[in-house]
């Protein structure tokens, strides 16, 4: 019994003098770490001007922004510049489709003026004076504007006698070449 009494006593004496050291440790846990290797964070490294605890001062403050100046401004100058060329482009590319509609518009009339132009007021009288069946069966054989064009310059019951005397394709070819010609707007 005395055994257990100093053991008990020399457990308790212990216990106080390392309660440090004693660590309980649940079933399924990690094991304690060792006290040597445990380590302290380390406070992150501040600027010296903030170790002190004292705030940068303004000068420094100025001399920083002053030293960056020069260099903000140059990129904010190249930033703005890339940025025209890229507006000067599209422009660029918005002048010549618009070029090429103007002369694509410039063709039509002018091609519309000729269109016009070829039927004479020889050939249409002549046309005029003919017999409709006669006359359909000829601007059959002629070039298909040229036809549209003398029968536009004939008087219009004329012109539909003409048509009615026509084969269906080839009159409704060339109606179809004279409604383009009659419309005001591009046709495009």
């Known amino acids: 019994m005395m055994i257990a009494a100093a053991a008990a006593a020399a457990l308790l004496g212990s216990a106080s003098v390392g309660a440090e ?31 002190g ?7 420094e403050i100025q001399r ?22 890229q507006l000067q482009a599209g422009i660029d590319a918005r002048m010549k489709a618009l070029e090429a ?9 002018k091609r519309r003026e000729v269109f016009l132009a070829r039927a004479e007021d020889g050939v249409v009288k002549i046309y005029a004076g003919m017999k409709p069946d006669a006359a359909a069966e ?3 054989m002629v070039n298909a504007e040229l036809a549209a064009a003398i029968l536009m310059k004939l008087d219009s019951r ?18 179809g070449i004279m409604a383009s010609a009659a419309r005001r707007v591009d046709p495009s």
């Open 158 to 175: 004329k012109a539909g006698v003409i048509l009615n005397e026509m084969d269906q394709k080839a009159a409704a070819t060339l109606t």
């Open 64 to 85: 920083f922004c002053s030293n960056i100046a020069d260099a903000a401004r140059d990129r904010r100058y190249a930033l703005q510049a890339e940025e025209l060329k």
């Open 101 to 109: 509609k103007r002369a694509e518009y410039e063709e039509w009339l």
């Open 21 to 51: 050291e004693v660590r309980q440790v649940l079933p399924g846990g990690q094991a304690p770490l060792q006290p040597a290797q445990l380590t302290r964070e380390q406070e992150p490294a501040q600027p010296a001007a903030l170790a």
């Open 53 to 59: 605890g004292k705030a940068p001062d303004e000068s």
């Open 138 to 140: 000829r601007l059959a």
